[in-house]
Structures are given as C-alpha cells and as structure tokens.
C-alpha cells in the first residue's frame, strides 16, 4: 500500500509526529473565519489586528532558512500564510515533518506583503490529517480524464475548474427551487424503489426486495407518483430525483442522474413552455460560472457556439423538423417507406422497432444534431407518447414538446393524458410492442389507472435533465464532467 518512497518517507515522519507527542488526526478544530471571510473582511482585519483561526490543505510550500511561506487552500480559495522559528520556537521544527497534502489549522494575523498578497502571520498551527500520498504534480500529475473520474477526491484537491462546475451546479438547483417555491409549487419525494417503473422508455435496473419476497426496480422516471398527487389535490408540485437507466455510457447518458420534474393542474404543455422559458431567462441572469466568459445575460457559448436564449423560442413541428431534413413529409408514410429512409442514411433498426420508433431514429440522427438555438419540437407521433393527450384537432399527434440546445435534449414535456380509459388502451398498445421486442415500452400499470379513475384535473408536466444544464452553464463536453461519481467502465 506505500510502496514509493515517499510514501515510506510520509509513513516515517507521521511516526516522528507521534513520538513528538503530535496528535495527527484530532477530533475538531474552530475556524473562525474561512480564506473567503479572510479575503472579505481584509481591511478591518488587518486594521484591529484581530486574532484569526482558519484551517485548509497544504498546496505548496517554500522554506527560507528560518522563515517557511505555506499555500493553505480550502473550498474557497487560497492564502498565503507565514511561519518563523523566532515566533513558533519548538514547533517550527515540528513544521518541517509536513508535507503538501496535509490539513492544518492556524493561529495569527493577517497582514500585506511588501506584493501586496494577504497573508497570515502564523503564531500557531495543529495538524489536522497527515497525508500518507503525494499529491499528484500539479501540470502533469491528474490530466487523464478517466483518473480525474475514478479519483474525483483528487481532481477537486487539482483543478480548481472542477470544483467550480460543481458549486455552480449546487447554485443552478438552489435557484431552480427557487423559482419554483416562488411560484407556488412545492417540493415532494417519491420512491426511487418501485414495484412497477414507469414514465419513460427505458429499461430498469432490477433489486429484489428481502421482506416482501418480491422484485423492485430503481425509478427510470418520477411521473407517475407525481400525477398521483396531483390527483391528491396539490396542484403544483416538483421533485429533484435520482433516476436510473440500464442503459448505455456516452457522452451525454449516465446510467444514474438527476432529473427535475414538475406538475401543473390545470395547464397544459403551452404553459409549460412559458415556465421554462421564464426559468432559463431567470437561471442566465443569476447564474455563472467563474470559469467560462459570458457576453450578455441572454446568451451563452458552449463549446465553441454563441447560443441566443431571446424568448420566444423556436417552435417546430416533429414532422415539419424531419420533412426539412430528410426532404419529405412522413407524417402519412407507411412503416416501409420510413424503414427504407432509415436504411439510407445507414440507421440501424433494430427488433421491435415500430413506426414511431423508427421515425424517432431518424429525428435523433438527423435532426437533433442541428438544433442549436433553444427550440421547442412540438407534436409528437401518438405511439411514442402514451402519457400525453392528443393534440387537438388532430388525433394521430399529442400534445408533446422537446427541448433542445446545441443539438442537446433538455426536457420532455406533455399536456398530460388524464382520461382512465384511454391510458388504458395505450398502455396495452405499448404491451404489443412489447411482445413484439421492444423492451423500452412502458408496461401496464393498473395501480396508476385506477388512481386516474378517480379524476384528475388537466395537467401539464415537464422532465428536465439536470446534469445536461449544467453542462451548458459550465462549458462542459460530457455528462461525466457534470456528475462527481460517474459510471465507469471497468
């Protein structure tokens, strides 16, 4: 395990520590002012020379006979602080057996350089954790992308980037609370372990529950314990859930993620798109990342592209998107019509793969990719929307939308199915397709029918991916730079 010689050096000094009467890892230390309260307050500080106790990582470390000048970083940010033998008698030469890596607390005031750097004049120090590993160097030590995935722990002590991309996704869903709270909704939680999953196509990840004898699925969506409270009588209502996809790894899907899902009574998905219109124009004036440059409050760059958020959004029909890339109306095209256009353009249609399925594919190859801007894709195939209702005044669409920017899916959203008996002949349309080798239909839920056989309102509903938002807010290229512990291949 400390096989490298400086980690047998590390394991030797820790034991010169003990012997010295050093206790390496105590319980607690009082931090009276973190480097950002340090930085904040600088002026009164140095003014009333007012004892200060701060505590952080050792990053860096430069000796000057008797004199040492230490980095000390903490989730904030970093300070210099100051250390002399003539101050710290004794304990000077305890200083001399840490290393980078280590955690301390200190004791001193704060002062200016003659370079004008703030830095704490240290009159005692207490180690706190002794660091058994070097830290990987700082330029060549932690670029590999799979390390800094596997070794998150290391990548946040490393790059300073990272751990910004995280604290803006913190703020990012605090703000979307906010919104939210602000409008009336309020926050519930539903199981993330379910007899019967639902609300989305995708295949499950499997448990068997020990007491009860019988199997569990981790939720693939919240949706249909969400409609069942609103069926319950609260009209508005959100959950920021965990969900979870035994599906594949790439770019923009892990198979666990978090996603935002908000019910509306009485709405349906026009109101819908109005609310994320309004969240976004809110999340771009009160979001920012200290990492990547922004030009103006309705805008961002990601990757490289200068995406425009001005309200209102682009809306497209599904089929009018595809008749622009494909050249042709499908909207009344046979299944053979649309599987031959999927073999041109080299799709590969696998088993079950029914009509809508298909005409999904080809929207996914070759439209999604050039839908930049922010858009709403509208009116979905009925046979992929079993949830939504259909749009009026044409009974093969429903009242379906998808969000896209830079050629990304954000959200799904629908003016919600609530007629009982009609949810019931889609979900046995989907049981078809099922039988037929599509494994992503959704299967028949009676529990959930029989609570819409007790009424509920007209209802809009909104999916939003968290993680691929904050992709856009933080610059990010994968999904696995926006999540701290992200599914790898062994």
């Known amino acids: 395990m400390f096989d490298t010689e400086q980690e047998k050096i590390r394991i030797k000094k820790l034991k010169l520590l003990k012997e010295k009467g050093v206790i390496p890892y105590p319980y607690k230390f009082k931090v009276t002012y973190t480097i950002q309260d340090i930085q904040t307050k600088a002026p009164e500080l140095i003014a009333k020379k007012k004892s200060i106790q701060s505590a952080g990582r050792i990053t860096a470390i430069r000796g000057h006979g008797k004199t040492i000048f230490v980095d000390l970083q903490d989730r904030y940010g970093k300070i210099q602080i100051y250390l002399q033998s003539k101050l710290l008698g004794d304990k000077y030469e305890i200083f001399k057996l840490l290393d980078i890596g280590d955690f301390i607390g200190v004791k001193g005031e704060l002062f200016e350089t003659h370079t004008k750097e703030l830095t704490i004049l240290v009159q005692d120090f207490t180690l706190l954790s002794k660091s058994l590993h070097p830290l990987p160097e700082k330029w060549h030590g932690l670029q590999d992308k799979e390390i800094r995935y596997r070794k998150r722990h290391l990548d946040l002590i490393m790059n300073p980037d990272v751990k910004n991309v995280f604290l803006?996704?913190?703020?990012?869903?605090?703000?979307?609370?906010?919104?939210?709270?602000?409008?009336?909704?309020?926050?519930?939680?539903?199981?993330?372990?379910?007899?019967?999953?639902?609300?989305?196509?995708?295949?499950?990840?499997?448990?068997?529950?020990?007491?009860?004898?019988?199997?569990?699925?981790?939720?693939?969506?919240?949706?249909?314990?969400?409609?069942?409270?609103?069926?319950?009588?609260?009209?508005?209502?959100?959950?920021?859930?965990?969900?979870?996809?035994?599906?594949?790894?790439?770019?923009?899907?892990?198979?666990?993620?978090t996603q935002l899902e908000l019910y509306q009574a009485y709405a349906d998905y026009e109101d819908i798109m109005q609310i994320v219109e309004q969240l976004f124009k809110n999340l771009l004036t009160k979001i920012t990342c200290p990492t990547v440059k922004r030009e103006g409050k309705n805008e961002i760059t990601y990757q490289g592209i200068k995406i425009k958020f001005k309200i209102p959004w682009q809306r497209t029909t599904f089929f009018d998107a595809l008749k622009k890339y494909t050249g042709k109306d499908l909207k009344n095209s046979d299944i053979s019509e649309i599987t031959r256009i999927a073999e041109e353009n080299e799709i590969l249609i696998l088993k079950g793969y029914h009509r809508g399925k298909i005409l999904n594919s080809l929207f996914e190859t070759l439209v999604q990719p050039n839908l930049i801007e922010p858009t709403f894709i509208i009116d979905y195939p009925k046979d992929i929307s079993p949830l939504a209702k259909e749009k009026r005044g044409d009974p093969s669409l429903v009242e379906r939308f998808e969000l896209f920017v830079a050629g990304i899916e954000l959200g799904n959203a629908f003016s919600e199915l609530n007629d009982p008996l009609e949810q019931l002949?889609?979900?046995?349309?989907?049981?078809?397709?099922?039988?037929?080798?599509?494994?992503?239909?959704?299967?028949?839920?009676k529990d959930f029918i029989e609570a819409l056989e007790f009424g509920m309102p007209p209802t809009g509903g909104l999916g939003l991916g968290i993680d691929r938002i904050v992709m856009l807010f933080t610059d990010s290229h994968s999904i696995r730079d926006v999540i701290l512990f992200p599914q790898l291949r062994t």
């Not at 099922?434 to 959704?442: C, E, S, T, V």
């Open 425 to 445: 002949e889609r979900f046995k349309s989907q049981q078809e397709f099922r039988n037929k080798g599509d494994l992503d239909a959704q299967i028949m839920d």
């Open 168 to 257: 803006t996704k913190v703020k990012l869903i605090k703000e979307i609370r906010n919104f939210l709270d602000n409008r009336g909704f309020i926050e519930v939680d539903t199981p993330i372990l379910q007899p019967v999953y639902g609300g989305a196509f995708a295949e499950p990840f499997k448990s068997h529950y020990k007491a009860l004898d019988r199997d569990f699925y981790l939720r693939i969506s919240d949706e249909l314990y969400l409609k069942k409270l609103i069926i319950g009588g609260l009209d508005k209502v959100y959950e920021f859930g965990k969900d979870f996809r035994n599906e594949g790894i790439d770019r923009l899907h892990n198979p666990e993620f």
